[in-house]
């Protein structure tokens, strides 16, 4: 199936599809085709993603969710995603559609929301051992054995 009719906004298009097909690896697998296209597998994968939902909750038109889930994982392995990441890059930087500038810019730090109420140094003093008469040290100091 060559052209699939994108069915959400967020599916790939033909165009992004023709970009995207000749990157992809060769299936290995011979004998019966599967039931779903490279295409809306892909889509469910990019659906997930997006989304955050559980792999069990891909939308039935993306393929079985155990489909899609094989399909990443199987390429998360052999090193597949990263290989279409790297070609893409290198697609879209010869375009001039990247620009590899980067700027830090460190004059705005926020501190962690723990770090507001601290100690300073000067504050702290050191514990006192409090002694009072009328009640006696709860253990006896180390020196002594035990039974």
């Known amino acids: 199936m060559d052209t699939l009719a994108v069915t959400r906004r967020h599916d790939l298009t033909d165009v992004q599809w023709a970009v995207l097909q000749p990157l992809l690896p060769a299936p290995k697998r011979s004998g019966r085709p ?68 980067v700027s830090v810019d460190s004059t705005s730090a926020r501190a962690h929301q723990h770090a507001a109420g601290a100690r300073k140094r000067g504050i702290c003093r050191p514990n006192r051992l409090v002694v009072s008469p009328s009640s006696p040290p709860i253990m006896l100091s180390a020196g002594r054995g035990v039974g």
């Open 34 to 101: 599967s039931l779903w296209s490279r295409r809306q597998l892909i889509d469910g994968i990019r659906w997930r993603i997006r989304v955050g939902a559980p792999w069990r909750d891909v939308p039935p038109q993306y393929g079985s969710w155990s489909a899609v889930y094989a399909l990443f994982r199987r390429w998360q392995r052999d090193g597949t995603w990263k290989k279409v990441l790297t070609a893409l890059q290198a697609v879209a930087d010869a375009a001039g559609r990247i620009c590899w500038d």
